[in-house]
């Protein structure tokens, strides 16, 4: 089945320490997106990508980078992680029109200790 | 400004009817998503509506009335395990990015 997958489901990492979380899509999609979601919020776009074209939402902290190597990959970096950064990392896809909805991966829960 | 209103909490009876209203202020409209979030989950997207009217998928439906600038979520014979978060998403530009309310959760008891 074509789908999203972000690895790993759970993340831990210290205060200070650089984390990167993964995200792969089987679906072709030309826009992929990472989203971070604290309890009881909506998801908050950090950058999203059409192509290889990279787009940075203007509050995203500079904290957080992305790479898009290729469609099917893309990876999100966060160079210091601070206890405020603690929350779900979502990585979605669509197609360029947006048709058929977003199709998100199951997410990766980051604990910063 | 951007914003998109939809209430923060509704609680419904198991088999009951419940509706979920979304109004939206954005600069531009092309279509209102619906996505489903149940708990330590990931948003799963329920239904798109561009034009006017009533979209049915089984037991769910979703409404708008871009006149009024308002659309509902309606799902019928509810079940426990629609439990969940509903997020209203307004898609603004020809592009494929989406502005999202701030969440619905659905309580429903036996």
């Known amino acids: 089945d074509a789908m999203v997958i972000q690895n790993p489901r759970y993340q831990v990492t210290q205060f200070g320490k650089p984390v990167t979380l993964s995200c792969s899509q089987t679906?072709?999609?030309?826009?992929m997106y990472w989203y971070q979601q604290k309890s009881s919020q909506a998801p908050k776009l950090l950058f999203h990508?059409?192509?290889?074209?990279?787009?940075n939402e203007a509050d995203t902290p500079d904290n957080f980078q992305s790479r898009r190597p290729n469609t099917s990959f893309c990876f999100l970096d966060i160079r210091s992680p601070g206890l405020g950064d603690a929350a779900m990392y979502l990585c979605?896809?669509?197609?360029?029109?947006?048709?058929?909805?977003?199709?998100f991966g199951s997410g990766t829960r980051l604990t910063v200790v | 400004g951007q914003s998109l209103e939809q209430p923060s909490e509704v609680t419904a009876v198991e088999g009951a009817i419940v509706q979920i209203n979304c109004t939206y202020q954005?600069?531009?409209?092309?279509?209102l998503s619906w996505y489903q979030q149940h708990d330590g989950g990931a948003p799963t997207f329920l239904s798109y509506?561009?034009l006017d009217g009533l979209e049915e998928t089984g037991r769910f439906s979703s409404f708008l009335s871009r006149s009024d600038s308002y659309g509902y979520l309606l799902l019928q014979e509810l079940q426990m395990k629609d439990s969940a978060s509903y997020f209203c998403?307004?898609?603004?530009?020809?592009?494929?990015?989406?502005?999202w309310g701030a969440g619905t959760k659905l309580i429903i008891k036996p």
């Open positions: 679906l072709n999609h030309n826009v």
């Open positions: 509506n561009a």
């Open positions: 979605a896809t669509s197609s360029r029109t947006g048709k058929g909805g977003y199709t």
């Open positions: 998403a307004v898609r603004e530009g020809s592009n494929y990015q989406l502005i």
């Open positions: 954005t600069s531009g409209f092309y279509g």
């Open positions: 990508y059409y192509d290889k074209d990279f787009n």
